[in-house]
């Protein structure tokens, strides 16, 4: 019987990687298969587990469709890495393989189907058919409007969300152990010893998800269904954390305990970077939304969640400024040793937009943010007196801002000292004069931030290729080994790293490789192994392999070649 054949928009489609060591095997499976009538589109292909894993890296594909029997890392070991780095990713095994074992293996790792080669078009069009069916109804169900409204009653009911709410947006005076048994007593699971604070925002939907007016994707419905997906994988990974809507953004607070405080900081960072990474997967699996995502700093106490909820919000307003960004930790924006303004009278997201427009901003984001400052100073018809308070808050933000990145105000308002800059704002007697003043000196620290953050980033660019280059000889030499050393969290470095450079860490790690194993084939009388070895790749056959995709050919016969030269 013929399989029912749709036809698909692209943007309607399921992503596809096929991984198989058999290049002809790759061929006839891509070349006769109608993926598109089908609901799906190849957006990639690898020879190999270790390939396959770069791959995936670079495209996150829907589906994966693996071979069993493979070089260098073989189809059941890249499913384990799968379901520990990409969850949302299926999985599917296509073997010659018929033994019990691989079987049970491909169940515990999670994998959708286990199917036994040869395998014909026709078995493989309905593989794919109930492929989609599977991943539709995961969507379908999820976007559910009944679904939704009934998890809305069951998540947030009254008195629970007033307790996470009272520690989002003040700072408690209750101590901590009355807090966690009120948390304990609402049903919200927190560990005692860590907490952190990550708000998601969403930036953008699917275009062919938009045009769908009956499908919940927007307002209240969306920000259910958000919630509903994050509090499911929370609870699957059995996380210590909790969600809620809070003005129409979805703030988690994470928790653990960390009995050696100090030393665990930075793990728990990690840990919830990670899980923020799969939670911002699944959101645009699930949902057909993009979400960008602020983080707090860590506190060590249940009543200071507040600062790392506003850090949260901070940081997300960094993420305007940089749309290629979409996590951002408020520890890789803001200078570790800048203490907040307090007690100022300014409007704090007035304030916030402020600080942010000349961090990360331009010219007219600091004069659109100085307006609505000023707009909301005038409406208070202020005294003489009111306003050179109002300009002393101002300028105290501006000289904080600026030692903040290491700029002298006075030296940039061409003054011996800041006294005189105060002084100054005695003359500032209408707020015309005071919004002129303001707005030109602001703008001109902008300039000089945005100066000292371009030579930031180019050391921080050359900081990490120097630590790529002594580092690579070390066969575990991961992303995270690399962003521990620099203090920096993987997301801010990734996109960093890959704007300055034009390449990602996979690939520059590589070619750092590659090019050492050029220098020790042309100068030295070392086998492959040993030069496998000595550039940090532990498998001979993998190294070659690399080699040969890198340099066009094998490694003896760029020896051979380089020393007939």
């Not at 493989?124 to 976007?143: F, P, S």
């Not at 209750?174 to 952190?196: C, P, V």
């Not at 750092?512 to 790749?537: C, N, P, Q, S, W």
């Not at 532990?538 to 040969?548: A, L, M, Q, V, W």
């Amino acid at each position: 019987m013929q399989s029912t054949i749709d036809h698909y928009t692209l943007e309607d489609m399921y992503t596809i990687l096929l991984v198989d060591d058999e290049t002809t095997v790759r061929d006839i499976i891509r070349g006769k298969t109608p993926w598109e009538q089908l609901g799906f589109t190849v957006v990639g292909e690898a020879g190999n587990g270790m390939e396959a894993l770069e791959a995936i890296e670079e495209s996150i594909p829907d589906v994966v469709i693996t071979d069993i029997k493979m070089p260098y890392m073989d189809g059941i070991a890249l499913a384990q890495t799968i379901q520990q780095r990409y969850p949302a990713i299926t999985t599917v095994i296509l073997s010659g393989f018929d033994e019990f074992s691989y079987a049970q293996s491909a169940i515990r790792y999670n994998v959708s189907e286990y199917v036994l080669k040869p395998v014909s078009s026709e078995d493989l069009n309905q593989l794919l058919l109930r492929l989609k069916a599977r991943l539709d109804t995961e969507i379908t169900k999820r976007n559910d409007l009944a679904a939704l409204q009934a998890t809305f009653r069951e998540i947030l009911p009254l008195m629970r969300e007033k307790f996470l709410l009272s520690l989002l947006t003040a700072r408690q005076m209750t101590d901590d152990s009355a807090l966690m048994e009120r948390a304990r007593l609402f049903g919200i699971g927190l560990k005692r010893d860590l907490f952190m604070v990550a708000v998601l925002e969403v930036t953008r939907q699917h275009q062919h998800l938009e045009d769908k007016e009956s499908e919940p994707q927007n307002g209240q419905l969306l920000g259910i269904a958000i919630i509903k997906i994050v509090n499911e994988i929370l609870d699957k990974e059995k996380s210590d954390s909790v969600a809620v809507d809070f003005n129409n953004q979805t703030t988690i607070l994470f928790s653990m305990d960390a009995p050696g405080l100090e030393s665990q900081e930075m793990l728990f960072t990690k840990l919830v970077f990670r899980k923020l990474e799969h939670l911002r997967t699944y959101i645009s699996k699930y949902l057909g939304v993009e979400v960008t995502i602020g983080v707090g700093a860590p506190v060590k106490s249940l009543k200071l969640v507040n600062s790392s909820y506003m850090q949260a919000v901070t940081a997300l307003n960094h993420c305007t400024f940089f749309p290629n960004q979409d996590i951002v930790f408020i520890k890789d924006m803001e200078p570790r040793n800048a203490a907040a303004p307090e007690n100022l009278r300014i409007n704090d997201q007035l304030r916030t937009e402020f600080t942010t427009a000349i961090k990360l901003g331009d010219d007219n984001s600091i004069i659109q943010a100085l307006q609505s400052m000023f707009d909301e100073l005038a409406a208070s018809n202020p005294t003489q007196e009111g306003l050179q308070t109002y300009m002393l808050e101002l300028l105290g933000i501006l000289s904080e801002t600026a030692a903040g990145h290491g700029v002298n105000l006075a030296r940039l308002h061409n003054t011996t000292t800041e006294n005189n800059l105060f002084g100054e704002l005695q003359n500032l007697s209408t707020i015309g004069k005071a919004f002129r003043w303001v707005s030109a000196f602001a703008c001109k620290l902008r300039e000089a931030i945005s100066g000292n953050r371009q030579n930031s980033h180019i050391r921080f660019v050359e900081d990490a290729k120097q630590l790529i280059f002594r580092l690579h000889t070390d066969m575990d030499l991961g992303l995270e080994t690399v962003c521990d050393q620099l203090g920096v969290s993987p997301s801010y470095f990734s996109s960093t790293f890959k704007r300055e450079t034009g390449t990602s860490f996979v690939q520059y790690l590589t070619m750092t490789r590659m090019e050492r194993a050029k220098e020790l084939l042309k100068g030295t009388d070392l086998k492959t192994y040993e030069i496998a070895e000595a550039v940090g790749i532990n498998e001979s056959n993998y190294f070659s392999f690399c080699f040969k995709r890198y340099a066009g050919i094998s490694p003896s016969q760029y020896r051979a070649s380089a020393r007939m030269t």
